[in-house]
């Protein structure tokens, strides 16, 4: 796969844009921002148009999805889009049983547990990412030279909740199976990384500037499990992409003792949670690569003049790494006050580029 | 206070067993080994007994908490008990209205969340403690030479749940509390740290050979708020029995990063969770005391030999610390089955304690 000449990426719309620019380690334009879940429940736009409608049906209406995508770049002025899904809907499309619980998250009609129940998973047609690519297709039309940020779910995180059957606080039944059952779980994840990697390219085809892989769970992980059972499947999931040169990000909460690891399955870009200040997060990583984040959602509801002096800590301690696009260290709370991003964004464009105020 | 020559240390019922030995850093006779929430629904006897019997209520049932806590060393061999507590019980004995709601955990009357709010909070009366020391009494009459472990929650774990009114995932509310409002978080974990340390000191008396702080959510917080925010309180509340001289212990799980300042609060033994390996853990607190864990709980459903392969990495990689007492890297699942655990302490106190089997 390659590129068409008319992709965002290659007809120039979104190549010197400030987050491409940034997650190439090149000097950006202005500070480029953009927040995890920043389409979603903060929004009452989002919340108007979902009235009636469920989760992932919503997924899958293209023009719904688009919208949804495009509404926080409308009315924050932020440097991307990130393409409004739901971490199961490459599961949805390939065919297995799952549904968003209210209050609970998502919940599968059969967990899956046994070799035979890997053996049994479905195959995701290319054809049943149609509405992934229109939706896709339809946001970068009306981005212009916005870039949109692919995104999927991580093959271990996709496994946890095909093997718990729903959210878990401790993931215990996919790490049991890393080890009882290694071969098991092997096959597992690589069913995961294949429809993942799936989802990622339809994303990129359609016209995605960027990829992120979000492994939401992996922070449950020692480093040598994920080293051993996780890792292989994150790089195979990314496979699907790489060939095509956009920039590749890699985020997970909790991530801290892994951070290197998830470098090297092979990303342009580490996002950070909010946990690690990025000075250290780039100490680890060995200034290698640009980082995203870390501004702590906690702080969304302080006083403005707290959490504008977070974000100037965060932004000088992000000086040193070799690009840096500022994010929170984890999604944006459903409660937050969407007027407080809109002014975190001004704020943070306002920030001179090349160091200090 | 100091403890009464008929305490189980002073009286030399648990001076020389081989948790408290382990836990000063002397070589125990046989290698020490408990498991967090050994006591309670993995268990059949622990199912029997609480028929019909809310959470709460049997924790404050001395006779009751007193058996829950005797069952698994009688059916384990494990060298400790753990006192059979609820990590709200200090706060529901000072009036606060809080109970353990089915499938969610612990949830309050009205959360805690403005600075009146905190102002209004009840004081926790010394003699609504007697039922604890009651159970304690009778716990540590039968024991003998087992020594109890006491335990309390930790005032930022306290705090949290006052807060957020009931369990969460990211802590947000107490996390926002600590910038937005710093005097109010203050005066909420003092008060939280106050009772935190009252329920740890009634144990004690009784006739607790230990006192384990468990942190549970510790691990959402980035080290400086940690360090600023929570450390202090902490250390309050294991003021409240340091001068009685027996070992404290302190744990919380997704620790990794904040295991120094955890020490750093005056503790004897830091609990490590089972993501970080035992001998990293040493190296980051410089070798400067005992560790307790780490086997992961996620093995504890792997074939035998699995997991006896894991147990003994554990233990290899615990060699290195000034002490080491197995325990889980967390607790345990109500779905193992207990005679993995039996095997496992039979295991392990085979393995020959000065190094290798």
Redesign the interface.
């Given at each position: 796969m390659t590129l068409s000449a008319s992709h965002p990426l290659m007809d120039g719309r979104t190549a010197d844009s400030p987050l491409i620019s940034a997650y190439r380690g090149q000097t950006p334009s202005r500070r480029p921002v953009w927040f995890m879940r920043q389409a979603g429940r903060s929004l009452p736009e989002y919340r108007r148009v979902r009235e009636g409608i469920g989760m992932l049906e919503s997924c899958l209406q293209p023009e719904l999805a688009a919208e949804i995508t495009l509404q926080p770049v409308r009315r924050h002025d932020v440097d991307a889009a990130i393409f409004f899904s739901d971490i199961v809907i490459p599961l949805k499309l390939a065919g297995v049983g799952v549904d968003i619980v209210s209050g609970v998250g998502p919940v599968l009609d059969r967990p899956v547990r046994t070799a035979a129940d890997v053996a049994a998973l479905p195959t995701l047609e290319d054809a049943a990412l149609d509405p992934i690519r229109e939706a896709v297709a339809r946001t970068v039309d009306e981005l212009g030279h916005t870039p949109l940020i692919g995104f999927a779910g991580a093959p271990f995180t996709l496994a946890a909740y095909m093997v718990e059957g729903r959210p878990s606080?401790?993931?215990?039944g996919p790490?049991?199976m890393?080890?009882?059952a290694p071969e098991t779980w092997a096959a597992l994840a690589n069913w995961a990384a294949e429809v993942s990697g799936q989802f990622l390219r339809a994303q990129v085809e359609a016209g995605a500037s960027a990829a992120q892989l979000f492994d939401s769970w992996a922070?449950?992980?020692?480093?040598?499990d994920y080293e051993r059972h996780v890792a292989p499947a994150s790089a195979r999931a990314l496979d699907a992409v790489r060939d095509t040169g956009v920039p590749l990000v890699h985020f997970g909460t909790?991530t801290?003792?892994i951070l290197q690891p998830m470098r090297d399955v092979g990303v342009d870009v580490v996002g950070v949670d909010?946990?690690?200040?990025l000075d250290e997060a780039n100490r680890r990583l060995g200034g290698t690569v640009p980082l995203q984040g870390n501004i702590?959602?906690?702080?969304l509801?302080?006083?403005w003049e707290?959490l504008e002096a977070?974000v100037r800590e965060v932004i000088a301690a992000g000086e040193a790494a070799p690009g840096h696009v500022l994010n929170l260290g984890?999604g944006v709370?459903p409660t937050t006050d969407p007027e407080v991003l809109t002014r975190l964004v001004s704020l943070i464009h306002s920030i001179d580029v090349t160091g200090g105020q």
């Open positions: 606080r401790d993931h215990l790490r049991t890393m080890h009882a922070g449950s992980l020692g480093r040598a909790g801290s003792e909010y946990r690690l200040p702590d959602p906690a702080l509801d302080a006083p707290v977070h984890h709370p």
